[in-house]
């Protein structure tokens, strides 16, 4: 069990860093665009 709830841990950190750049790219893309 606590195998499977680290990975599941690390899956979602990933995610949720994937996240973050995405939207850190979108949020650059919409500034570079209003300009």
């Avoid at 990933?14 to 665009?33: A, D, P």
């Amino acid at each position: 069990m606590e195998n499977t709830h680290k990975s599941g841990d690390i899956i979602q950190c990933r995610e949720y860093g994937y996240h973050i750049l995405y939207k850190k790219r979108t949020r650059c893309i919409v500034q570079y665009e209003t300009r």
